[in-house]
């Protein structure tokens, strides 16, 4: 059963999130070293931005949604 906790774990989760990070543009692999590196300036600004967009803008795009849906806001 361990067996099979581990592929699930490696097929549904860690493959994903792998081909996710070598999208973003902060993540860079060093194939001769076989390092991941991550630039913490450019990461922390894109999370900034992120999260400012959620909770300004998308607080107006989610009480739309909402609100189209029948609920109040």
Same mark, same amino acid.
């Given at each position: 059963?361990?067996?099979?906790?581990?592929?699930?774990? +490696?097929?549904?989760?860690?493959?994903?999130?792998?081909?996710?990070?070598?999208?973003?543009?902060?993540?860079?692999?060093?194939?001769?070293?076989?390092?991941?590196?991550?630039?913490?300036?450019?990461?922390?600004?894109?999370?900034?931005?992120?999260?400012?967009?959620?909770?300004?803008?998308?607080?107006?795009?989610?009480? +739309?949604?909402?609100? +189209?849906?029948?609920? +109040?806001?």
């Amino acid at each position: 059963m361990t067996g099979h906790i581990a592929l699930l774990l +490696r097929v549904f989760i860690l493959l994903p999130l792998a081909g996710l990070a070598a999208a973003l543009p902060f993540v860079a692999y060093d194939k001769a070293a076989g390092l991941v590196t991550i630039d913490i300036n450019t990461a922390s600004t894109m999370l900034a931005v992120l999260l400012y967009g959620l909770f300004s803008g998308g607080t107006f795009a989610w009480s +739309r949604w909402v609100k +189209r849906l029948g609920g +109040r806001t």
